[in-house]
């Protein structure tokens, strides 16, 4: 059946450093998709919503220039974590609306980030 | 989108019925419930949704109370792989992508 993936599932730098993190979906078109973070033990933050062929939607206290979005395809959606501190160390996962689901979510498996 | 409240957790016997509250007083007429789940480590998996009517799926039952302020997620033999963390989310249903947005959620413990 139709999934999200991901990739990498996890990825560890130094700080300072750029992180791409991709988002695909499987067998299924998505023109929106969405990326959210994940802190421990706590619950999934919204952070922006990706629009293919036009321009991210970034959730009030996000900052669009160190959390960089491109939605290229109507499969790929990328977030690029720029100049990583630790404070960004976290869970990052993507999602995308199921087809026959009107308002469902497929999620992704996520992405273990981990700033040095 | 409405509020949501749930026990942030509660423990079930593996085997038995697992009976997963929520209250939603607030819902609005034209609001839908949501199922998610997220088992450690992992992205969140949708259960089910359901508007004033009960539904069932091969995952699990919804049951809506006739006010709709309330609402029971059933997983009805519960396994030890239904250890999660399960939110209830609230909110309309739109034509397009919408997002959701998560609450704390129950973490459900299943034990042998």
């Known amino acids: 059946g139709a999934v999200v993936s991901q990739h990498p599932s996890w990825v560890i730098c130094k700080s300072g450093t750029s992180v791409k993190i991709e988002c695909r979906s499987l067998?299924?078109?998505?023109?929106?998709m969405f990326w959210y973070r994940q802190f421990p033990k706590q619950s999934l933050m919204l952070m922006a919503t990706?629009?293919?062929?036009?321009?991210?939607?970034?959730e009030q206290g996000v900052e669009k220039d160190k959390f960089l979005i491109n939605h290229a395809s109507l499969t790929l959606s990328t977030l690029t974590v720029t100049s990583a501190h630790p404070e960004d160390s976290s869970f990052y996962i993507c999602?995308?609306?199921?087809?026959?689901?009107?308002?469902?979510?497929?999620f992704g498996p996520g992405t273990r980030l981990t700033v040095l | 989108d409405a509020k949501t409240t749930q026990p942030p957790s509660m423990d079930c016997a593996e085997g038995r019925a697992a009976n997963l509250p929520c209250n939603h007083s607030?819902?609005?007429?034209?609001?839908?419930v949501y199922w998610y789940r997220q088992i450690h480590s992992q992205g969140p998996q949708y259960i089910i949704h359901?508007?004033?009517n009960n539904e069932t799926n091969e995952m699990a039952s919804l049951i809506i109370t006739e006010d709709r302020k309330s609402s029971t997620l059933i997983l009805p033999h519960a396994t030890l792989r239904d250890t999660a963390v399960y939110y209830c989310?609230?909110?309309?249903?739109?034509?397009?992508?919408?997002?959701?947005?998560f609450g704390q959620g129950t973490r459900l413990t299943i034990n042998p």
């Open positions: 999602s995308a609306p199921i087809p026959h689901l009107p308002d469902t979510q497929y």
């Open positions: 067998d299924f078109q998505a023109t929106t």
């Open positions: 990706s629009n293919e062929g036009s321009k991210a939607t970034y």
């Open positions: 607030t819902i609005s007429g034209n609001e839908y």
């Open positions: 359901g508007l004033k």
């Open positions: 989310i609230v909110r309309i249903t739109l034509q397009g992508a919408q997002k959701l947005v």
